[in-house]
C-alpha cells in the first residue's frame, strides 16, 4: 500500500462494474479501470483474451442469467495481487454461454480471480478459475462426473433435442459470405446521392429509413460506401460488441481535424486512450455537483439582463450557445470569457459551419479553399487559436492547481503532451461541450411552449419543491418531472443526431454485407423515432421516462449520449446543467415560441432549429 492506491478497491470496482446488469450495466467502462494491453486468462484456455473478448464472456454469461447477481466470498491480496472467491447465482432464463437452452432454474457457480493491478491502480491481468462443469451439470447440459453410462446417454439426448428445440440466436457474425446486399435509395447516375445529402442530411436520411428499412445503402460516386443502421442491435454490435473493428470513420474524422486536431473527439487507440483517463476526473459525480452555483448564477444574469434590457423578443438559439458557453468556461477551464463570450461564441460557430459544410459535402469539389467561406474560417479559427494561447499562458504564468480540466491537461506535459495537444482538446470542448447542451436547452424550451399542460406541471413541480427561492442542485433529485421532460426533449431532438464508424474488417449488420473502409452512419434521431421500440414515437410524453416503464426499454434504443467505450463524458455535466438552467429561467420568465414558427431539425453538425428559435419573453411577477 506504500503507493497509496487501494489494491482490493481497484478489484471491487471492477467487479462492480463488470457485474452489474441492466440500466445500470456498467461492462463497457471497464476500459477505464484496465491498462490498455490488459490480458486475461480464462480457466485452461490458452488464449489470451483481450479486454472486449472479456467483455464479450461476460455478456454471454449476462444474456444466460439476465438477473446475475455476485457475493465476494473472501478477499485478500499480497501488494498488488489480489485474489478473491465469488459467488454468482441467477436464473437460467437465457441460452447459457450462448448455448445451453433455458431451464428457468437457480443456477450458481463458484469462481476464484487472481488479479494483478499495475502502478496506476489499472488492472494488469486478471486469471480465472470457475466450476463451470458444475454449472452445466446443474443445467442438465452435461452429466456428473460420476453418472451411470446410461444416464450419460440420457442426458445427452435430452441436451440435443432441447438445443433442436430451442436453437441459440443467430450470431451476429453471420458470414460476410452468406450476407445480402443492403437496400438503399437509386440516387443520381455518377453523383448517386450527395446533392439529396448536401441539400438534406436530417431529410434524406429519415426517408430513406422509412423506405428501406433498418440497414440502408446510399449509392456515391467512385469506391465511397455510405450505409445508415437503425436498429438497437446492429448499434450495438457497431459501439460495444465489435467496438475494436468499428474506430472512428477517417473521412468525417478528416472535416472535423482541421478545427479540433487530434483531441479526445477524433482520437482512437493509445493515444484515445490516455486522453480519456486524463480528462475523466472532471466529470465526475462529486465535481460536477461543485458546478451547480456557477450554472445557476450564470443563467440567473442572464435572466437579469433580459429584464434589465427590456428584452422582449429572442432568437434562443445564439442566448443559449453563450449561456453554456460561459458554463463550460467558468467550470470545466475555471476562466472567466469576461466580455468575450458573444465573440469567441461566435467564432466557435462559424468554425463548426465550415466543418458541417464539409461533412455534408458527400462529392469534392476542386478549389473549396479559396473560397470566402473558407476564408472566414481561417480567420475565426485563428481568433479562437489566439484565445486558447493566452489562456495556456496566463495559466502557466499563475499555476497554482486548481485540478481543472486545463491544469491537468498542462501537468501532463511530462507525459508527451504539447501545447498543441492542449489546444485540440481545449477545442474539443468548444466542439461537443457546449453547442450541444445549448441545443437541448433550446429545443426543449421549444416543447415546452408548444405543449402547456407540460410546462405548467413543470412549474408546478418547481413551485412545490423550490418555491420562491433559486433552484439549487439540491433539488434536482426531487425535480423529478423536469428530469422527465429533459430525456424526452433529448429523445425528440438529440443534438449529437448522428455519427459515424468505419469497420477496418469486413462485416455484416442486420444481414447484410458491411464492407471494411464503409462509412456506417448511426443516427440517434431516428433510433428514438423508431416505431418498433417506441410508441407514439412523435409525440412528447415526458411520462415514458417514469422509472419503471424507462427501464423496460432496449438499451440501445435510446441514446442521445451515445453508448458504449466512447459514451459522452460529458454527459453528467449536460444531465446537471440543464435541468438546473431550465428550472432558473422558467422561474424569471415564461418563453413563448413565436406563433406559426415551424421548429424544423437541420443538420449543422449537430441538431439545430431551421430559422432559429423566435421566442417572447414574457417576466413573471416574482422571477
Ligand atoms: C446535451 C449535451 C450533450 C450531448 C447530447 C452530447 C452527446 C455526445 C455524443 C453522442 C458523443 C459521441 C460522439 C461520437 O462517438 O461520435 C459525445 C462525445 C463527446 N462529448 Fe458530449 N454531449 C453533450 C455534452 C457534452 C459536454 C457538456 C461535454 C464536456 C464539457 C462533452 C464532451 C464530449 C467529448 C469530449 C466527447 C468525445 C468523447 C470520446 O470520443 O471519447 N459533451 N457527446
Redesign the pocket.
Known amino acids: 500500500m506504500s503507493s497509496g492506491i487501494d489494491y482490493q478497491r481497484c478489484v471491487l470496482e471492477f467487479l462492480r462494474r463488470a457485474w452489474s446488469i441492466g440500466e445500470q450495466d456498467l461492462l463497457n467502462t471497464l476500459d477505464e479501470l484496465c491498462a490498455p494491453e490488459a490480458s486475461f486468462h480464462i480457466g485452461s484456455h490458452p488464449q489470451t483474451r483481450t479486454l472486449p473478448e472479456f467483455q464479450r464472456l461476460v455478456r454471454l454469461v449476462k444474456q444466460g442469467q439476465p438477473d446475475l447477481s455476485y457475493r465476494v466470498e473472501g478477499l485478500i491480496s499480497a501488494g498488488p495481487e489480489v485474489v478473491a472467491r465469488l459467488a454468482f447465482r441467477g436464473t437460467h432464463t437465457g441460452h447459457l454461454a450462448g448455448l445451453v437452452p433455458p431451464t428457468r432454474r437457480g443456477l450458481t457457480l463458484t469462481e476464484m480471480i487472481h488479479v494483478v493491478i499495475d502502478d496506476q491502480g489499472r488492472l494488469r491481468e486478471l486469471w480465472h478459475e470457475s466450476d463451470f462443469h458444475g454449472l452445466l451439470v446443474a443445467a442438465g447440459a452435461v452429466p456428473p462426473l460420476d453418472a451411470h453410462p446410461l444416464r450419460q446417454v440420457l442426458t445427452a439426448a435430452r441436451s440435443l433435442v432441447r438445443s433442436a428445440l430451442s436453437p441459440p440466436p443467430v450470431p451476429a457474425e453471420l458470414s460476410p459470405v452468406l450476407a445480402r446486399e443492403a437496400p438503399g435509395p437509386r440516387g443520381y447516375p455518377v453523383v448517386g446521392v450527395g446533392p439529396d445529402l448536401a441539400r438534406d442530411l436530417v431529410g434524406t436520411f429519415t426517408r430513406a429509413w422509412r423506405e428501406h428499412g433498418d440497414v440502408v445503402r446510399f449509392p456515391l460516386p467512385g469506391s465511397r460506401r455510405l450505409f445508415l443502421v437503425n436498429h438497437p442491435d446492429h448499434v450495438r454490435q457497431v459501439l460495444e460488441y465489435k467496438q475494436p473493428i468499428y474506430p ?1 470513420d477517417p473521412l468525417s474524422v478528416g472535416k472535423f481535424e482541421p478545427f479540433v486536431g487530434n483531441g ?2 477524433t482520437s482512437n487507440g493509445e493515444f ?1 486512450f490516455r486522453q ?1 483517463r486524463l ?1 475523466q476526473p472532471v ?1 465526475k459525480g462529486a465535481r460536477v455537483a461543485s458546478y451547480a452555483p456557477v450554472m445557476v448564477t450564470a443563467a440567473g444574469e442572464l435572466a437579469h439582463r433580459w429584464r434589465d434590457e427590456r428584452v422582449e423578443t429572442v432568437d434562443l438559439t445564439p442566448e443559449m450557445m453563450r449561456l453554456a458557453l460561459d458554463i ?1 468556461m467558468r467550470t ?1 477551464f475555471s476562466a472567466d470569457l469576461g466580455g468575450r463570450t458573444a465573440e469567441i461564441a461566435d467564432a466557435v460557430r462559424t468554425c463548426n459551419a465550415h466543418t458541417n459544410a464539409r461533412l455534408q459535402r458527400f462529392v469534392e469539389l476542386p478549389g473549396t479553399r479559396l473560397t470566402p467561406a473558407h476564408r472566414r474560417f481561417v480567420a475565426a479559427r485563428a481568433l479562437v487559436d489566439g484565445f486558447v494561447h493566452d489562456l495556456i499562458q496566463r495559466r502557466r504564468r499563475d499555476p497554482a492547481d486548481r485540478d481543472d480540466m486545463l491544469s491537468r491537461l498542462l501537468s501532463a506535459g511530462g507525459r508527451g503532451m504539447t501545447d498543441q495537444h492542449v489546444r485540440d482538446e481545449i477545442v ?2 468548444f466542439l ?3 453547442e ?2 445549448a441545443l ?1 436547452l433550446v429545443w426543449t424550451f421549444s416543447l415546452l411552449s408548444r405543449h402547456p399542460a407540460v410546462e405548467d406541471a413543470v412549474r408546478a413541480e418547481l413551485s412545490e419543491i423550490v418555491g420562491g427561492r433559486p433552484v439549487a442542485d439540491s433539488d434536482l433529485p426531487r425535480l423529478s418531472y423536469l428530469r422527465m421532460v429533459y430525456q424526452e426533449a ?1 429523445r425528440l431532438y ?3 443526431w448522428t ?2 464508424r468505419s469497420p477496418i474488417e469486413d462485416d455484416v449488420l442486420g444481414g447484410c454485407r458491411i464492407p471494411r473502409g464503409s462509412q456506417v452512419f448511426i443516427s ?1 434521431y431516428l433510433l428514438h423515432r423508431h416505431p418498433e421500440f417506441w410508441d407514439n414515437p412523435e409525440g412528447f410524453q415526458p411520462e415514458r421516462f417514469a422509472r419503471q416503464r424507462a427501464t423496460q426499454q432496449p438499451l440501445y434504443s435510446y ?4 453508448r458504449g467505450p ?6 453528467s ?2 444531465l446537471f ?2 435541468p438546473l438552467v431550465i428550472a432558473r429561467l422558467l422561474q424569471s420568465y415564461r418563453l413563448q415560441l413565436r406563433p406559426g414558427h415551424l421548429c424544423t431539425p437541420t443538420s449543422n453538425v449537430f441538431l439545430y432549429p431551421e430559422g432559429g428559435m423566435p421566442m417572447a419573453l414574457v417576466p413573471l411577477k416574482d422571477g
Not at 559 to 562: G, Q
Open positions: 472512428k479526445l473527439f484515445h480519456r480528462a466529470f463550460v470545466v474539443t470542448i461537443g461541450g457546449y450541444t447542451t437541448s433529448l438529440p443534438p449529437v455519427m459515424s440517434p441514446m442521445p449520449f451515445s466512447r459514451l459522452c463524458p460529458g454527459a455535466i449536460a446543467e440543464a
